[in-house]
Each structure stands twice: as structure tokens, then as C-alpha cells.
């Protein structure tokens, strides 16, 4: 049921620091997506490569990314392979998903995990829409981060599709804490005709 539709987001340990838990969980509340999981965690190494290796193809595909984009900046890239790139992308990213506590949530409503993404923004914030989470409270870019020798600092992780949703909530939460309940709001948002609104 579409109406059901769950997606992973975790505020990273820069969005927790710079106080902003509110502001997201706010922004996506007043979408209409209801929270049925949350905890606050200090992520270990483990746990975070499992959770970008969901997907068994990313460290080769976020490697051949970073290659073409340092070929296109003109950069030396002999002798560097794409697996190795992107092992070198994990590794940062690993320190950085560790370097403080985060935030993890469980979000449900219809077409959950587009509507989160498109909340959040591009992964790059500095090409960030202004409006989204990115756009609006991260000034960081690849360009940075790269001279840095480090992960992007983007505040926020969202689920990029259902099947990785599924296999990343199972990475962060047991069933039984992803809880199933009504709130009002959803007889606004689903049902067909807004049967008794009216007492």
C-alpha cells in the first residue's frame, strides 16, 4: 500500500551538533509523514559500512563517479581505480558517520522516500535548491571536501529507493521498534471522501 511507504533518514553527527534535529523532524511532520521509529545512536564502523553497502554495487559505482568528476577537474588519475576510490569514499564517510552521535528515524506516508529526498535536497548541498534541508542550512561542496580529504558534510542520510530502504531500516532498527499506530492527521490525507469530519 502506497500509503505505507517507509524510508530511513539519519541526521548525521553534523546536523545533530548544529542543533537542527528540530527543524527536520519539523519539515518533514508538516509534509504529512508520520515518524513510527526513532533513536539517537553512536554509530561504530560496522554499522555504517553495512549501511552504504546495502547496495552491493556502491563502492563501485560511487568510485566511477568520483574518477570521471576528477578527470573532468583536470586531475591526475593513473594508476587509481575505481574500486580503490570508492573504498576511499567509504573510509571517509565512516569517519564521519562516527565522529558523533546520530540521529535515526523511520518515516511512513505515501511516496515517503521521493518526498524526503526531494525535502532534503541534492547530496552536494552547495547545488542544494534554496527551500530544501541542504540548500538552506549547509554551505559545504564536493570541491571542499575533497581538498579537506574528507566526506561531504550534508547534514542528513535518505533512502534512495524502496529496496534500500528496507535493507537499511533493518540495519538501524529490530521490527519490534518500528512501531504501527493511527494518527488523525492520515484520515485527511488518505481517506477517499473525509468520512466523518463532520460530527
Given at each position: 500500500?502506497?500509503?505505507k511507504e517507509?524510508t530511513?533518514?539519519?541526521?548525521?553527527?553534523?546536523?545533530v551538533?548544529?542543533t537542527?534535529i528540530g527543524?527536520i523532524?519539523?519539515?518533514?511532520?508538516?509534509?504529512?509523514?508520520?515518524?513510527v521509529a526513532?533513536?539517537?545512536?553512536?554509530?561504530?564502523?560496522?554499522?555504517?559500512?553495512a549501511?552504504?553497502?546495502?547496495?552491493?554495487?556502491?563502492i563501485?559505482?560511487?568510485g566511477?563517479?568520483?574518477?570521471?568528476?576528477l578527470k573532468e577537474?583536470?586531475k591526475?588519475?593513473s594508476g587509481?581505480?575505481a574500486?580503490?576510490?570508492g573504498?576511499?569514499?567509504?573510509?571517509n564517510?565512516?569517519?564521519?558517520?562516527?565522529s558523533?552521535?546520530?540521529?535515526?528515524?523511520?518515516?511512513?506516508?505515501?511516496?515517503?522516500?521521493?518526498?524526503v529526498?526531494?525535502?532534503v535536497?541534492k547530496?552536494?548541498?552547495?547545488?542544494?535548491d534554496?527551500g530544501?534541508?541542504?540548500?538552506?542550512?549547509v554551505?559545504?561542496s564536493?570541491e571542499m571536501a575533497?581538498v579537506?580529504?574528507?566526506?561531504v558534510?550534508n547534514?542528513?542520510?535518505?533512502?534512495?529507493?524502496?529496496?534500500?530502504a528496507?535493507?537499511?531500516?533493518?540495519?538501524?532498527?529490530?521490527?519490534?521498534?518500528v512501531?504501527?499506530?493511527?494518527?488523525?492527521q492520515?484520515q485527511?490525507?488518505?481517506?477517499v471522501?473525509l468520512?466523518g469530519i463532520l460530527e
Amino acid at each position: 500500500m502506497i500509503s505505507k511507504e517507509k524510508t530511513l533518514v539519519i541526521i548525521k553527527p553534523d546536523g545533530v551538533q548544529r542543533t537542527l534535529i528540530g527543524e527536520i523532524i519539523n519539515r518533514l511532520e508538516r509534509v504529512g509523514l508520520k515518524m513510527v521509529a526513532l533513536k539517537m545512536a553512536n554509530p561504530n564502523k560496522d554499522q555504517v559500512r553495512a549501511h552504504y553497502l546495502v547496495d552491493p554495487e556502491w563502492i563501485q559505482n560511487v568510485g566511477e563517479k568520483s574518477l570521471g568528476a576528477l578527470k573532468e577537474q583536470g586531475k591526475d588519475t593513473s594508476g587509481k581505480t575505481a574500486t580503490d576510490i570508492g573504498e576511499k569514499v567509504l573510509d571517509n564517510l565512516s569517519k564521519y558517520m562516527t565522529s558523533g552521535p546520530v540521529v535515526a528515524m523511520v518515516w511512513q506516508g505515501a511516496h515517503s522516500i521521493d518526498v524526503v529526498r526531494k525535502i532534503v535536497g541534492k547530496t552536494e548541498p552547495r547545488t542544494s535548491d534554496v527551500g530544501t534541508i541542504r540548500g538552506d542550512f549547509v554551505l559545504d561542496s564536493y570541491e571542499m571536501a575533497d581538498v579537506d580529504g574528507r566526506a561531504v558534510r550534508n547534514l542528513i542520510h535518505a533512502s534512495s529507493s524502496t529496496e534500500d530502504a528496507e535493507k537499511e531500516i533493518k540495519n538501524w532498527f529490530k521490527d519490534e521498534e518500528v512501531l504501527n499506530y493511527r494518527l488523525v492527521q492520515e484520515q485527511i490525507l488518505y481517506d477517499v471522501n473525509l468520512d466523518g469530519i463532520l460530527e
